[in-house]
């Protein structure tokens, strides 16, 4: 493969013709694929990331927008909750079976494009919200969502691996920066997303919580407020559910929804260089492994038996619950119940855009505080607010606090966004598919768990699992960067240590540990 102008020649498959019916069945007998570039890759390679991370941007204006919705505008029989945990469930199962094999079948690139377009009718469903239109196309989401996300965390990953080379700096600190860009981009989609909505729904006609109805009904607000906040219980039957806005403005608002998925497909398409640019076939990548589907499937359960995966699985967890506690229960219990449906989309605006800023923000000061700092402040945050949120009772009469109460939750959010999928993506390099399947996973099980629960348990017993959940989940991570840190300081002392015999064990342990990818050794930098 020689790609002229971007300075790409990969030579590393001539002559093997006599090997093209052949299978190998490990990657030991892969063959190395060099990958030769220029140091002016690097403007092509911020160009890919802007790329993706714009197109996902796009792609979840519509799936955002449409999902902070769904507990408030299809809250009959529970609906719009059940559609979104039907999603989270398929996305569990499709984490496990999914992405390995879908990835190797249409490589990264064409995975995004083809995962993307399975969200196109969960958005058209809310022309005809059943249970029989919404449920389907809620798991089709869910299986389209695991391939896409474990393409997307691929795929910056291993631009960052690259990037660093050819910028002579540390891998750790790149990979945080472009996760940090993406969910710059990925998070003001509650901005626009949200804005969307909110300008669509008219605030006059419709969306006064329980507290309009209640006050025809003879009964005060301040008793009907009394409901709302951590006592917020959900009450079957009309008298339960918020008022829907008029068909026409749902109809509205899905159809600017839906052409946001068609241009984002449109986007990955014609403007995303394919991974194998930058080495996609590398020996020991999923893409590279000519198995079968169940090989396949055993490298997401292997990826399991790692000590420092098992470890994450609690906060992993966390971050699903948190983002469906955010996005659902909030929504519903304080800033619906409180000041009315159409107030939403303008609450969780200021959430998005807290996070974005934030995520940008943490992404480029990770390699000057180290990530333990920033960990620590998303702690705080969360567990914070989850206390808040607990003594709290919310009144229309003070609308800021909603506002301040969703900003720091998106502060807390960024932090778990991009330190933790960066922590995935330097722990677990060699295997970047397998692991990024399994946060997904552990995430997704998350939302629906939180979702199961969601109209069973009060407010307040929400958010003490959710502060439950969290202690376990920092302990975890502190425990896994004491792993990791006395792993590198243990190899990096081999290494420097006078014995052939210790440098030679050094060099054993560095082939045996996820956080050491060949591909570093693989990039080829040239100066012509």
Known sequence: MTMHGGGVENKAYEGDGHLKNHRPSTTASIQREKVKLRRSEKWRILKNIAVVSFAFMVQFTAFQGTANLQSSINAKDGLGTISLSVIYAALVVSCIFVPTYVIRRLTVKWTLCLSMLCYAPYIAAQFYPKFYTLVPAGILVGLGAAPMWASKATYLTQLGQVYAKLTDQAIEAIIVRFF??????????????????????????????????????????????????????????????????????????????????????????????????????RRGSITAIEIGGSQLLAATFRQLKKPNQQLLIAITVFIGMEQAFIGADFTQAYVACALGVHMIGY????????????????????????????????????????????????????????????????????????????????????????????????????????????????????????????????????????????????????EQAASKEEQEQAQREKEQNDAHDELDEDIVVTHM
């Not at 008022?243 to 600017?256: A, G, L, T, V």
């Not at 068609?262 to 014609?270: E, F, G, Q, S, T």
């Not at 933790?420 to 399947?437: D, H, V």
């Not at 996973?441 to 629906?448: A, D, H, P, T």
Request: aromatic share 12%; proline share 3%.
């Open 180 to 281: 940090g860009f993406f969910f710059l981009a990925w998070q003001t989609a509650e901005l626009w997303g949200n804005l969307i909505s909110s300008l669509v729904l008219s605030s006059g006609a419709h969306g006064g919580g329980h507290s309009g109805g209640d006050s025809e009904n003879g009964t005060s607000l301040e008793q009907s407020l009394e409901r709302c906040g951590a006592h917020f219980c959900v009450i079957a039957g009309p008298e339960g559910e918020t008022e829907r806005p008029p068909d026409w403005e749902i109809y509205e608002i899905s159809s600017i929804y839906l052409s946001c998925i068609v241009a984002a497909v449109i986007i990955i398409a014609l403007f995303l260089d394919p991974l194998r640019r930058y080495g996609e076939r």
């Open 347 to 494: 609450v969780m605006i200021c959430f998005g855009v807290v996070n974005a800023i934030c995520s940008i923000i943490f992404g480029s000061i990770m390699k000057y505080i180290g990530r333990n700092l920033i960990i620590a402040l998303g702690a705080l945050a969360h567990g914070g607010l989850i206390i808040f949120c607990l003594m709290w009772r919310p009144s229309p009469d003070h609308p800021l606090i909603f506002f301040l109460v969703s900003g720091v939750w998106g502060v807390g959010d960024a932090v778990w966004q991009t330190q933790i999928n960066g922590l995935y993506g330097t722990l677990f390099r060699r295997n970047k598919e397998a692991a990024f399947s399994n946060y997904r996973l552990w995430e997704s099980l998350g939302f629906v768990v939180a979702y199961a629960y969601s109209t069973t348990l009060c407010a307040e017993m929400k958010c003490y699992v959710l502060l439950a959940v969290l202690a376990v989940g920092v302990i975890g991570y502190i425990i896994v960067e004491i792993r990791h840190t006395k792993q590198e300081r243990r190899i990096t002392k081999m």
